[in-house]
């Protein structure tokens, strides 16, 4: 039986924010149908928090002591969620009327038969909606009662301040995969991107070299748990990611900003090994 468009679905949403004024009201709008909404906020120096106390959201202040836990974790301890449900919403991404009704539906229909939901996303890059090349997937809805993130020994890469990296919290139960997809619509510019991009592969390098990456024990949907690591380990990864996003996966059919996602892809894992090396160098071999 599909719940009523006007019934709030009982989830509680979960989005972090530090200074994103352009991006957050088009992320709360969609998510009206939610029961409750929190953000977590980092000290914004903009309006992000004043929009989203006027949208009707919950705004909270973390305060980072440089320890564990971090943002995710801490809201996952200390906020007094008014559903078993959670669902992590980033400030630059919406979720699509058909995604929340399937949400809806599919609690009301399996209940607690899995802890926790993979969802794909449609992807912006460059002002156009991304219709191939490599999916994105996040453990976006889960029971926060079954789930916590790993601590990854990344304490010193500080760029990234607060917020866990977009890895994925092991769940103490099995997961699935939604049909419908979220949206990820930067509305911040290129400059942005590559930045946040550019902090991602100084984590990254770091957990490798610490050997953190090669031990988490990270929910993946399809055969991403496995893949994940061997990819990880491959030579000429720069090479693969942009063969595998622009080939394989038809990125080419996105014309210009395909290829540029392509590309940006292979730049990624070309950072990555970079600084990897450069750790090697500077500190002696890696641990296992």
Known sequence: MTESMTDKIPVSIITISLNEEANIALCLESLKRFDEVWLVDSNSTDRTREIAEEMGAKVVTFDWNRKYPKKKQWAFENLPFANKWVMLVDADEQVPDDLAQEIADTLKRDGDKHAGYFLGFNYFFAGRMLRHGQRIYKLALMQHAKTRWQEY????????????????????????????????????????????????????????????????????????????????????????????????????????????????????FWQIQMKHRELVRDRGPAKK
Not at 236 to 256: S, T
């Open 153 to 268: 020994d990344d304490l010193e890469v500080t760029v990234l301040g607060d917020n866990e990296m977009h890895y994925q919290p092991p769940v103490d139960g099995t997961t699935a995969v939604l049909d419908y997809r979220m949206v990820h619509e930067d509305k911040e510019s290129l400059y942005h991107f590559f930045d946040r991009h550019n902090k991602y592969s100084d984590w990254e390098s770091i957990v490798q070299y610490n050997g953190s990456y090669f031990r988490n024990e990270d929910a993946q949907p399809f055969l991403r748990r496995y893949l994940k690591p061997l990819f990880a380990r491959l030579p000429f990864k720069p090479f693969i990611a942009f063969f595998f996003c622009y080939v394989v996966k038809m990125g080419f059919l996105d014309g210009r900003a395909g290829f540029d996602f392509a590309v940006s892809r292979g730049v990624h």
